[in-house]
Nanobody, 121 residues
Framework: QVQVLESGGGLVQPGGSLRLSCTAS????????MGWYRQTPGNQRELVAS???????KYADSVQGRFTVSRNNGVNTVYLQMNSLKPEDTAVYYC???????????????WGQGTQVTVSS
């Protein structure tokens, strides 16, 4: 079993910053892609940022230049530094981890429990 634990959400004023963290633990041989999605009520989950094991990064156009995704492979953790936050960034943010249990198995996506980010004055 793989557990994924998120932390770091909260309430922040427009223009402010937050940092989300997500750590995977359990039976893990290797982690491939990691990253973050977000979801607002009535809408589909959308990709915010992802990072591969080799460090290749993707961002949603709406967060490019404001958000930074990074990872520490030694502790199976991915981070999302969010700067210049806007009210439209308000959402539940979900971490995902693509973890393999062995060298020959394909990665399976595991999700965090979600953390609320609210940007409001």
């Amino acid at each position: 079993q793989v557990q994924v634990l998120e932390s770091g959400g909260g309430l922040v004023q427009p223009g402010g910053s937050l940092r989300l963290s997500c750590t995977a633990s359990g039976r893990i041989f290797k982690i491939d892609d990691m990253g973050w999605y977000r979801q607002t009520p009535g809408n589909q989950r959308e990709l915010v940022a992802s990072i591969t094991s080799s460090g290749r990064i993707k961002y949603a156009d709406s967060v490019q230049g404001r958000f930074t995704v990074s990872r520490n492979n030694g502790v199976n953790t991915v981070y999302l530094q969010m700067n210049s936050l806007k009210p439209e960034d308000t959402a539940v943010y979900y971490c995902f981890v693509g973890a393999r249990r062995s060298e020959i198995e394909l990665a399976v996506i595991h999700w965090g429990q979600g953390t609320q980010v609210t940007v409001s004055s």
